[in-house]
């Protein structure tokens, strides 16, 4: 008898001759469901590969924590001794000296704005996987006084420089002669590109020598900083923070989370209010479910009548109804999930068909990576599925109300 209620709710939800219209408006409603869901898993899922990608394709051209200076020149003096301070850290695997400045590369004809990143050829390697994956023979020639550089391959491609041809750097410092101050101009030849799948890498660094940019920078004696890199980048923060209080002043430690926060920040919020937005389809779903129990009920009067005439409960009646509004809802939500996860493994192949029949190409420049990963969030799959069936259930109640409060003398007088 526990059971009975059950088992007539699920007999309930697929539709039978005479009430066809009933059985067209719930697959309506299981298909909104299904599309809900699925938009959430893939947009979601989507945006979490985009911040992951974006993530790790910067940490391969960054560090995962830098030691800087904060007493306005600049620079971390060389009597500062990183080891003092970095050594016996088990988080840590190696760290090693930059020199950083800004300036304008280019030819006779076009110019445009980099980033100068004077590197130790010898220590490079250890924070820097794009630099690690450099072939040796090229990184090599990265030495002192012969002002050799790298660029990344979209900023090479931009002035229309090739291994071997000479560049001009252009630097904000200045230099007094007879004809007045004058920019700082020095010639470097490219030896090589280096890709790190970051647009913003790519179209804007050029790697030097570190004493060969200190001297074009006119920096005094020390560097601008120390890149670190630690076995897991996610504990960036903790090893910043447990390094400032220990640090002499005029040197403090910051890390990539903070270097970015604004980025991640945006793209969170960006999340959370793609969540709210598409969460309004599984909503307007539910109501299309709403309304077609409505018409079940009402549909079903005669059967609830007799049913409470032969001794079932109000409470066993709601049990129909509610069985009903979960059935729906999780068809709905299995379909959804399935349809999510199976649209969201072949994003990117559906992003290179788009790309190879209408043109369509991601632009890099906005969005830092060239191409359109997914990485789906079980958490996410499953916070998603909880809210739908939540949402189905209170849905559900109100149909399952009304269907409790029938009277059978009044609901038979009708027939």
């Not at 066809?20 to 945006?47: C, E, K, Q, Y």
């Not at 399952?400 to 009044?410: L, Q, V």
Request: hydrophobic letters at 50%; glycine letters at 8%.
């Amino acid at each position: 008898m526990q059971l009975l209620p059950f088992k007539i709710g699920l007999r309930y939800s697929y539709a039978r001759s005479g009430a066809r219209f009933i059985g067209l408006n719930a697959i309506l409603a299981v298909i909104g469901i299904t599309i809900g869901i699925a938009a959430l898993i893939v947009v979601l899922s989507v945006m979490n590969g985009v911040v992951t990608q974006v993530r790790d394709k910067m940490l391969s051209m960054t560090s995962h924590a830098m030691l800087r200076s904060n007493d306005g020149t600049g620079v971390i003096p060389p009597e500062f001794d990183p080891a003092q301070y970095l050594a016996n850290r088990p988080e840590l695997i190696a760290y090693a000296p930059y020199v950083q400045g800004q300036g304008l590369i280019g030819d006779s004809e076009r110019f445009q704005g980099v980033v100068l990143q004077g590197v130790d050829p010898n220590e490079e390697g250890k924070v820097s996987k794009t630099f690690a994956n450099l072939d040796p023979d090229m990184a090599a020639q990265l030495q002192a006084g012969d002002y050799n550089l790298i660029l990344g391959e979209v900023l090479a491609k931009q002035i229309n420089a090739k291994p071997g041809d000479k560049v001009t750097i252009i630097v904000p410092q200045v230099t007094a002669s007879a004809a007045g101050l004058l920019p700082r101009i020095k010639r470097f030849t490219l030896i090589g590109t280096f890709s790190s799948g970051h647009y913003a890498f790519d179209n804007g660094v050029a790697l030097v020598n570190l004493k060969d940019a200190a001297k074009l920078l006119q920096l005094p004696d020390g560097v601008t900083g120390y890149h670190i890199m630690l076995h897991d980048p996610m504990q960036a923060p903790l090893v910043r923070d447990a390094l400032n209080p220990e640090l002499p002043p005029g040197v403090y430690a910051s890390d990539w989370s903070l270097d970015n926060a604004s980025y991640f920040s945006a793209v969170q919020t960006e999340k959370h209010a793609m969540f709210i937005i598409l969460c309004l389809i599984v909503m307007v779903a539910a109501f299309g479910l709403l309304s077609s129990m409505y018409m079940v009920v009402t549909e079903k009067r005669r059967d609830i009548a007799i049913l409470r005439t032969m001794g079932m409960t109000r409470r066993q009646i709601g049990r129909i109804f509610l069985t009903q509004g979960l059935t729906f809802g999780a068809l709905g939500t299995v379909l959804g999930v399935s349809l999510g996860i199976l649209i969201a493994i072949n994003v990117p192949a559906i992003m290179a068909f788009l790309e190879k029949h209408t043109g369509y190409a991601l632009p890099a420049q906005m969005y830092f990576i060239n191409e359109l990963p997914a990485k789906i969030d079980p958490a996410v799959i499953s916070g998603i599925s909880i809210v739908t069936l939540v949402l189905t259930l209170l849905f559900s109640v109100i149909p399952a109300m009304m269907a409790a409060r029938t009277e059978p003398a009044r609901a038979l007088s009708h027939e």
